[in-house]
């Protein structure tokens, strides 16, 4: 089944511990980015990654670092979480086309202390 | 890049058909409109998208302006199931700027 793995699901940490969620899609799509969603604010950009070793800040990059290493999987990386990085995340992956659909994983709620 | 303006909310009856309209007035010869909407709790889903011609699948309907400068998704026959965010979003392959904007989004509430 096409489709795109987030983990964990939900993640609770304490501020200044470093952590990985991990995202993997068997697509074999060349995008991939991250999107952070909060109450009232919508969903916005982290970072994409248009193909392997190639990657840009989407609007809200700050503290946040992702790796393209391999085409399927594009992990975001936390150095030292802060409350405020308490969020719903989502990765999503798509051909590099502009008509291609973007394919969304399910999301992990990470809540920083 | 370009972006998106949508109504924050709008409200429809079961089985009557809705309208959902999306203002991209900077839009670019090169973006492709689409349109994507959020269940509770679950990730964004595809719904449609197009370019310059109106297009139809099954799920909706999108009608796009001839000036390209808006477009509606339209939903033939609301369901309770229906009930969603509903995110218009473009997507720009013609330049180096790969950025998407989401935004926050038309909330779609179905009353019985």
């Known amino acids: 089944e096409a489709q795109v793995t987030q983990n964990p699901r939900y993640l609770i940490t304490v501020t200044g511990k470093k952590l990985t969620v991990t995202c993997s899609q068997n697509?074999?799509?060349?995008?991939m980015s991250w999107y952070r969603q909060d109450p009232g604010l919508g969903l916005r950009q982290i970072y994409y990654s248009m193909n392997v070793e190639v990657t840009d800040k989407g609007d809200v990059p700050e503290g946040y670092k992702v790796s393209r290493k391999e085409k399927r999987n594009f992990p975001l990386i936390l150095e030292s979480p802060s409350p405020n990085q308490t969020s719903l995340y989502f990765c999503?992956?798509?051909?590099?086309?502009?008509?291609?659909?973007?394919?969304f994983g399910n999301g992990t709620r990470l809540t920083v202390t | 890049d370009a972006k998106t303006t949508q109504p924050n909310s709008m409200e429809s009856n079961e089985e009557e058909p809705v309208h959902l309209p999306c203002n991209h007035s900077t839009i670019s010869g090169t973006d492709y409109i689409h349109w994507y909407r959020q269940l509770p709790s679950q990730g964004p889903e595809y719904v449609i998208h197009g370019l310059t011609s109106n297009v139809n699948n099954r799920m909706a309907s999108l009608a796009i302006a001839e000036d390209r400068k808006s477009s509606t998704l339209i939903l033939h026959r609301a369901t309770l199931r229906d009930a969603a965010v509903y995110y218009c979003?473009?997507?720009?392959?013609?330049?180096?700027?790969?950025?998407?904007?989401f935004g926050k989004g038309t909330l779609l509430t179905v009353n019985p």
């Open positions: 999503a992956s798509s051909l590099s086309t502009g008509r291609s659909p973007l394919h």
């Open positions: 697509m074999n799509h060349e995008y």
């Open positions: 979003i473009l997507r720009d392959w013609g330049g180096s700027n790969y950025k998407l904007t």
